[in-house]
């Protein structure tokens, strides 16, 4: 058979490779073949891929395959793979409408001649996707079959491609390589609860997408910012950019840090209508923005209209009053039900736990699980047996007083799960009474409990646990199915109404990790990172970290441990993971491995 003709990849790299080793000699002759990077190593992701353009002779679905493969290429606007089209096609191709995820990579198969004296041939091109990324970066990990046809018809130079579907179709081991998640940052719309906190107006929640991560990361993503969020976050969450506003000029900009870590962005006429204060807000969401890519430090962000004119410039520590997170709190110390059914902490450096003051670690009622605000003033904590709901300040002194709430389930599974508080101060709690399953919201821990519609749940199904944001604007919930089996979802916090009558749902529910069959546990573990522990379909548990997208990708792993029930993260990344197991409570430091805190403990958690 004749020897397929791959891409080359990292031309210059390997050419230093080979003058340095003093084993091969370079070659002064000889056809360019393509290299296949289906089966590519970590260690090769670094080099640099060039596309191939069409070569002489090639037929229809050589022509189709080497389009397929450079699009793969290192290049911004995908000017090899427009050699592969006509001149007709290569103008109304948008290869950034989608990005379409194969498991093997996008297979030419069959292919049929036009009939009659036709001169056109189509070529069928399939594959299983796992993922589609859209126009405005957001990854939607939905599963089925792909399969495309891609027309050519015969030009005086070869075939060329004149009819095919826009976007580009990749591999997952070619997106792994290619694409990088990113945060890009907005404001949380919380209506009249913004009130509850001092800058409301001011939290920044963050909204993953994907970039190109080696070819021009930081103008993608200011790009990606600008454009606004993605349709999911986008009812919960403003943008301080005027609507209209891009980036300067007809050529597209390429934003780069200089030296001093500094950033200029110049932005067309609409930005530069923005006040001083906007502007404020803008460079926030542009500093954080670029800050999540973790690659560089931004010291600061400038702003210019489109003539070159300042319209502001925001500083790194300045930028600090507009963090993400700033509804998290300090997290100093963990929490958890100790070996008496009592309320008790640990901090994070040391191994020593200790009862908490107040009427939490009384003991006068035995506690099954529990969560301390994000301020650490106060907790909630479920009784042993689920019935009833309590709330205290963590300080000495004060009665336990009267549960805050009641479940009336006859068995223990059915009643309350444990609590969570957003960073609004808001405790909220589902009670899984098969009767009357609710998902509840307790307005500063002490007002009456109201119940929170959650219109994306079918017949029979019902809340099993959940963790709320410290933004308040996210939730992920870990729903039971009518079969039994428990799936991770992120559900929206969307509120309106007027501070006299305040409205709340949580909408659009969507899957957090389609990998797993069954969810057992899960906690927030960053801006836009959850941790969970699942099953996938026949197989042993794992311990893993997803975007709140539902990726995996660039996701870090974690060490193996057996038999966890329960898992709690802070959304201050830095901080280490604790575990629930068959051994007790452990933690996992950073760069470590798993540690056992303590074997007579269950229900750790966090602040939130």
């Known amino acids: 058979m004749r020897a397929e003709r791959r891409r080359t990849a990292g031309v210059l790299l390997m050419a230093g490779v080979l003058l340095l080793s003093g084993c091969a000699s370079m070659p002064s002759g000889g056809k360019v073949d393509r290299v296949d990077s289906s089966h590519r190593t970590e260690g090769e992701s ?23 493969e ?30 379409t995820v194969v498991t093997a990579g996008p297979n030419p198969g069959a292919s049929q001649r036009d009939g009659g004296e036709g001169r056109g041939y189509t070529v069928e091109v399939g594959g299983r996707r796992t993922a589609i990324v859209d126009s405005k970066h957001s990854y939607d990990s939905e599963d089925g079959d792909y399969d495309e046809r891609f027309h050519l018809t015969k030009l005086k130079e070869g075939w060329r491609i004149d ?89 597209k ?75 998290n709190g ?65 300080e000495d002194g004060g009665e336990l007083g009267k549960a805050v709430l009641h479940s009336e389930a006859s068995q223990e599974k059915d009643r309350l799960t444990a609590p969570s508080w957003d960073g609004l101060g808001d405790l909220w709690i589902a009670d899984r009474d098969p009767g009357n399953p609710r998902l509840l919201r307790v307005r500063g821990g002490k007002e009456k409990p109201e119940e929170v519609d959650v219109p994306g749940l079918s ?27 428990r799936s991770l979802h992120l559900g929206r916090v969307e509120r309106w109404g007027s501070p006299d009558d305040p409205q709340i749902e949580i909408a659009a529910l969507q899957a957090a990790a389609p990998q797993f069959e069954d969810v057992i546990a899960t906690s927030w573990a960053g801006d836009s990172q959850l941790v969970v522990v699942g099953r996938e379909t026949e197989s042993v548990q794992q311990l893993q970290y ?48 798993w540690k056992t805190l303590t074997d007579k403990g269950t229900a750790p958690v966090y602040p939130g």
């Not at 017949?459 to 089996?485: N, Y």
């Not at 995996?552 to 057996?562: D, E, K």
């Open 459 to 485: 017949k029979g199904e019902r809340v099993e646990s959940l963790k709320i944001s410290s933004d308040g604007v996210r939730i992920a919930v870990r729903v039971r199915e009518p079969d039994g089996r």
């Open 46 to 68: 670094r080099v640099r891929v060039f596309g191939v353009s069409p070569q002489k002779g090639e037929g229809p679905q050589e022509i189709v395959r080497g389009f397929l």
């Open 330 to 394: 300090r997290g100093a110390r963990q929490y958890f039900i100790d070996g008496e059914h009592r309320v008790a902490a640990l901090t994070s450096t040391s191994e020593d736990t200790k009862v908490v003051e107040g009427a939490l670690g009384s003991g006068k009622v035995e506690m099954g699980s529990v969560a301390v605000s994000r301020d650490e003033r106060q907790g909630a904590a479920v009784s042993l047996n689920g019935r009833s709901l309590y709330v205290a300040p963590l």
């Open 546 to 593: 997803v975007g709140t997208d539902g990726s995996t990708t660039n996701q870090p792993t974690l060490p193996g441990i057996n038999d966890v029930t329960g898992v709690a993260a802070s959304e201050d990344e830095g901080r280490p993971l604790l575990a629930e197991s068959a051994y007790g409570i452990v933690r996992l430091p950073p760069d470590e491995n």
């Open 70 to 99: 450079a699009t793969t290429s290192d290049e911004p606007r995908y000017a090899t793979a427009s050699e592969y089209l006509t001149e007709e096609a290569a103008k109304k191709w948008d290869p950034f409408q989608r990005t």
């Open 253 to 327: 900009q390429h934003l780069s840090l200089d030296d001093s870590g500094r950033l200029t962005v110049r932005l067309n006429a609409r930005g530069a209508r923005a006040s001083r204060p906007q502007c404020a807000r803008m460079a926030a969401q542009v500093l954080h923005s670029v800050q999540s890519q973790g690659s560089a430090t931004v010291s600061r962000v400038a702003l210019e209209g489109p003539g070159g004119d300042d319209l502001c410039e925001l500083s790194q520590e300045a930028a600090e009053s507009y963090a993400p997170g700033k509804l």
């Open 163 to 251: 009819k095919l579907p826009d976007g580009v179709i990749l591999s997952e081991s070619d997106f792994e390589r290619i694409y990088r998640s990113v945060n890009v940052y907005y404001y949380a719309r919380l209506g009249a609860d913004a009130e509850a906190v001092s800058r409301g107006e001011d939290v920044l929640v963050a909204d993953p997408v994907y970039v190109r991560g080696r070819i021009d990361p930081v103008t993608e993503t200011v790009e990606a910012l600008i454009e606004g969020p993605t349709d999911w976050l986008e009812p919960v969450v403003t943008s301080a950019f005027p609507a209209g506003t891009e980036l300067a000029g007809k050529d």
